[in-house]
């Protein structure tokens, strides 16, 4: 019998967002980590037949995400990583029109341990977010994560400010218990 | 001036969210100062906030959720016809 079961009707609840999470540190594109999510869960879907439930559902999903990653930096010819290219004319000197080209160094770029340290982090809070139950978990994202306005959660979610809150602190409660155990600890 | 745990904590909560006022604030650090429980929370809380400030996570919005939601029932649909 196989240890972990496959039940696409929850993977948007349950993995969407650390699916997103993982994509959008690597491809600095919204719009295309969307698609790469969407595009990993069609080809999870295609797939399911051959799920043998030996690793986890998200296991499973996210090396296919990764698959994904790859062939889309396959496809742009892999311009990430180079360095931006800056041509300047250089008005000082004497000769006529020296144009200069300048290395500048890439905002985004972050050390391969960086990144490890953030995903392993982003991991553990998304691994903790998940067991919360639904609508604490809903909260505390719009709240915490997308850092909505207590006013517009409360239209959105159709609660009144003071359930907000009492849900936010629940949510506080178990989200930093979790992490004590898997972070922090 | 003197509040109570609970008060504390939601107090707390609201801080983590640049929501609660200076003189909230102030009546939490007097708290803090002799009551156990309200230091071992706000240190909690504090730690909690640091760790998701400096993973730099972020998230699909209710409607790219829902959006996603969508097109997944529907190609769900397809493979089982």
């Known amino acids: ?13 349950k993995y969407s967002d650390y699916l997103f999470n993982f994509t959008i540190s690597r491809v600095n594109d919204r719009e295309k980590a969307k698609d790469l999510v969407q595009d990993t ?45 800056r041509v300047e004319f250089n008005s000082d000197e004497d000769d006529d029109g020296s144009w200069l080209e300048k290395r500048v160094a890439d905002p985004d770029y972050k050390t391969a341990e960086d990144n490890l340290v953030n995903d392993e982090l982003g991991e553990a809070i998304y691994m903790c977010l998940s067991k919360l139950p639904k609508k604490q978990a809903t909260v505390f994202r719009m709240k915490t994560i997308e850092g909505l306005e207590t006013e517009t959660i409360c239209n959105d979610l159709n609660i009144t400010p003071s359930n907000l809150w009492v849900i936010v602190h629940r949510a506080r409660i178990a989200m930093a218990e979790c992490m004590e155990k898997n972070w922090f600890k | 001036m003197f509040i109570s745990c609970d008060e504390a904590q939601h107090i707390c909560d609201k801080a983590q969210y640049n929501e609660a006022s200076s003189w909230e604030k102030f009546k939490l650090r007097l708290r803090y100062f002799w009551c156990r429980i309200t230091k071992k929370y706000v240190n909690q809380n504090i730690k909690l906030t640091q760790a998701i400030d400096a993973s730099k996570v972020t998230c699909l919005n209710t409607e790219e959720k829902q959006f996603l939601e969508q097109n997944l029932q529907q190609e769900l649909k397809k493979q089982q016809e």
């Open chain 1, 1 to 13: 019998m196989p240890k972990h079961l496959i039940n696409p009707n929850t993977w948007i609840d």
């Open chain 1, 41 to 85: 869960f069609f080809a999870g879907l295609k797939s399911m037949k051959n799920f043998k439930g030996e690793a986890s559902e998200r296991t499973w999903l996210i090396s296919i995400l990764k698959r994904k990653i790859i062939d889309h930096y396959r496809k742009i010819n892999s311009i990430k990583g180079q360095a931006e290219i």
